[in-house]
């Protein structure tokens, strides 16, 4: 069973269009994350959400929505898509206190063309 | 001056060497540390923990001194298999506890 899992694992798209990143954890954690990784392979934070409620949200274009229905699923929107987020998305989940290990998901390979 | 610092490499070992990485994070506050490892094209998985009084797993030795705002991690008798990047990961209290990754060390072990 896969402990956190996105969907899609590549998105192959065009400027200006809107996508989603779905992200689904079977691990009964509280906290979800969305990481951005860069083409210099920079792991960036975006957001954090604890208990469907939003905890973090870093300096992040507001055309990108995170949504979170329940606590095991946090999903992605993106709306008018630019060259410049083109990157692999991370989703990963956790329990949220200090000392406990964040589990990722396979990551979303986005690319716009 | 970023939140979490790695020298980014690669570093190329022969096969059976002793490597280390050093990593510096500037917010004092930081209070948990942990060594991720990321395979290519893969996700960041855990490695280990770093503990105050340094901590061993097999092959593996991290350290984490709070004075200086240091964390390493060395490695024994290098294996193929180890060839990977390693993320220094560090986190704040408050504020969700996020996890602040450093930009990643690549290793590189040669036959």
């Known amino acids: 069973d896969t402990a956190v899992s996105q969907t899609p694992k590549y998105l192959v798209t065009q400027m200006g269009n809107d996508k989603s990143i779905k992200c689904e954890q079977n691990?009964?954690?509280?906290?979800m994350y969305w990481y951005k990784q860069d083409s210099k392979k920079f792991l960036k934070i975006m957001f954090s959400?604890?208990?469907?409620?939003?905890?973090i949200n870093e300096t992040v274009p507001n055309r990108f929505s995170p949504k979170s229905p329940d606590k095991a699923h946090l999903n992605l929107h993106i709306n008018s898509l630019e060259l410049g987020d083109s990157a692999v998305y991370f989703c990963?989940?956790?329990?949220?206190?200090?000392?406990?290990?964040?589990?990722f998901g396979q990551g979303t390979r986005l690319t716009v063309v | 001056r970023k939140e979490v610092e790695q020298d980014p490499g690669p570093f190329n070992v022969p096969e059976g060497a002793t490597v280390a990485f050093n990593c510096t994070y500037s917010?004092?506050?930081?209070?948990?540390f942990f060594w991720y490892r990321q395979d290519c094209r893969k996700e960041p998985k855990l490695l280990m923990s770093?503990?105050?009084s340094g901590n061993e797993d097999g092959r593996f030795t991290a350290q984490l001194n709070r004075a200086s705002q240091y964390i390493s991690l060395l490695i024994r008798d290098s294996k193929l298999s180890d060839s990977a990047t390693y993320l220094c990961?560090?986190?704040?209290?408050?504020?969700?506890?996020?996890?602040?990754f450093g930009t990643g060390t690549q290793l590189k072990v040669e036959l």
């Open positions: 770093v503990y105050s």
């Open positions: 990961v560090v986190i704040l209290t408050g504020g969700g506890n996020k996890l602040t």
């Open positions: 917010n004092s506050a930081s209070q948990s």
């Open positions: 691990l009964g954690h509280d906290t």
């Open positions: 959400y604890n208990n469907k409620e939003l905890i």
């Open positions: 990963a989940s956790g329990t949220g206190t200090l000392n406990t290990e964040a589990f």
